[in-house]
């Protein structure tokens, strides 16, 4: 029967007396004695508060009110017959359980801590969010539940706030965002509604396996075309990288040791086994310890500011002559990948050497001014703007056109690391952005506009990053020196000079790489009803779906014609 505060449900039964229920409502069941507080007793929590500015930990009055009622009365008793040992005894003993009791309390959630407020905090903060409930961390926290040897990524069954059904859409935002939180890939939930509450077993796609499988690698390495060299394993195999786009350059923001010049060497090392012509900038000068090994026409290697400032200049020539150039002659030039190690730091050294170069550039041309000899009137007002960092800044706004690739490493890309550049600017300067250990900043800069997805952690060696319309993780495999300089001198030979162009070298073409007016008229179909025109193709080739380019000539797309063809005809059929 339902109790009602006016209604005894009790009868006239024999009661003890007052002094009794007193003390026993005092000490045992520990009530509230007066006025409204909250409803803590000393055998439960709180579970509402009707002070002014509510506490989010009720628990805490139920420890305060049993440590209040018990400190003048039970306590003196116990002290003033403390002289009987074996009371003693059983005091500490009680107490010593207690301790015990409380430090593996204290281990475990020093423990899950870390998981909390990375994975758990956050995701259950955006449930709360997703259905409008008002945030409790404590609750959220039972509510997002996870078992002691959950992983980032792992499965995990989230109980919601509410018993308020949801549309399909917002479900379905809801598991995205949710899952996304506690990095689970592609998240997918199924729902189970009982009359109390509403669940949902939020899943999602595997992450990479642990360790790289060398043999299969390779074979995709030894697969994949200059354009599109492999960057590690994914959960269902090699993923690879795709240089065939506008902004063609590659930046990688990881803290310190996250593997940024592993995953570097990994990728120059497939180019060059293309030809291509590496520039090294490496203030370190062990970073890439492997490519000190390679011959001088596979790459050049500076770590002196004064050479890097020199080969920045170089380079921003090269970008000039390419510019220039005769149409015909574009194709002549070896393709360049410069990689810059540690791009905030070499910066901000290239800044101020530059300071002090300039210094010396107008104090030399002022003193021939003065001894009236020959100078150059430039030189007495240099740009304040390092020219070094001026042509890596042209650099990564030039296109694939030029055929020059930047690589920028930095242990934290800063929106501003080229001066004004905004993370938009960042974003469209570098197309092929890779992530290691990122936080939601770093994910705001580099993936702005897809929905978070929480690093996984664990062992170093996962990248992130986004292709097309997915986030992709993969792992990058740990090639040793022998390894790296073995992958990078095999394959292609080289062909011309590093810088600058020699125009009796023809550079190698990948082979079957075909424009699309030649394919064109091979494509299944095109005696039918359903012809292509070329227009239509080169806009078919901008769709998912089409077979990625192998090369490029010029401005033009190169495709392998047998890839184009079977892609008519799954189109026609
Ligand atoms: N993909 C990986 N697999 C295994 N170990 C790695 C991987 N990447 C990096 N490491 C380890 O981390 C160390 C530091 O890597 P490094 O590439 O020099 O980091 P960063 O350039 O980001 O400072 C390496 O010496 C290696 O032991
Ligand atoms: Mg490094």
Known sequence: ?????????????????????????????????????DNATLLHHATVDYRRGPRLRLQRRRWERLARRHAALTVPPIVAIAGQ???????????????????????????????????????ARTLYAAVGARYDKRRARQDVAVPDDWAPGDPVVVTLPTDMPLTAAKE???????????????????????????????????????????????????????????????????????YVQDSPHVALSGPAGTGKSTLLRFLMAQRMSHGVGTIF??????????????????????????????????????????????????????????????????????????????R??????????????????????????????AAMQFGVNMGRELQMHFHVAAQRLEANIFGSNSGAAVRQSFQIR????????????????????????????????VQGTEFVIVRVPHLDIAQSVQLATSGQDTYGPILGQDTRVAKPSIEGGLPLSSILDTLPGQDGPRALSLDGLRTAAKRPGFPAPVDTAGRAYLYLASEVQAWRERTLS
């Open 434 to 465: 890779l992530m290691a250990q990122w936080d939601m900043a770093l994910w705001k800069m580099l993936a702005s506009g897809h929905e978070y997805v929480a690093w996984p952690g664990g062992k170093r060696g996962l990248w992130g990053f």
């Open 281 to 358: 900038l490496d203030a370190k000068r062990w970073s890439h310890r492997w490519a000190h090994e390679l011959p001088s026409d596979r790459c050049q290697y500076w770590y002196r500011i004064a050479d890097i400032h020199n080969s920045l200049v170089a380079i921003g020539e090269e970008l000039g002559r390419r510019i220039e150039c005769d149409p015909s002659e574009l194709g002549t030039f070896r393709t360049l990948d410069v990689v810059v190690e540690e791009a905030n730091t070499l910066i901000k050294m290239l800044g101020t050497y530059w300071r002090g170069e300039r």
């Open 85 to 123: 040992w074996p009371l003693v005894a059983y005091e500490s003993a009680l107490v010593g359980a207690a301790g015990t009791y409380a430090v593996i309390r204290a281990r475990r959630a020093l423990a899950d801590r870390g998981v909390n407020r990375r994975y758990i905090d956050p995701a």
């Open 360 to 389: 010396r550039i107008i104090n030399e041309a002022k003193a021939l001014k003065e001894q009236d000899m020959d100078y150059d009137e430039a030189d007495l007002d240099p740009p304040a703007l390092s020219p070094a960092v």
């Open 172 to 242: 379905k935002a809801l598991v995205r965002a949710v899952g996304g939180r506690l990095a689970i890939q592609n998240a997918k939930g199924s729902w189970k509604r009982d009359e109390v509450r509403i669940r949902v077993d939020i899943h999602g796609t595997a992450l990479p396996p642990a360790e790289v499988d060398m043999a299969r690698l390779m074979e995709a390495v030894a697969a994949a075309p200059l354009t599109q060299p492999v960057a590690g394993v994914g959960p269902d195999g090699p993923v690879s990288l795709d």
């Open 1 to 37: 029967m339902p109790s009602h505060p006016l209604i005894s449900t009790h009868g006239q039964h024999w009661r003890p007396p007052l002094v009794v229920r007193a003390l026993y409502r005092y000490l045992v069941t520990g009530r509230p004695l007066f006025g409204p507080g």
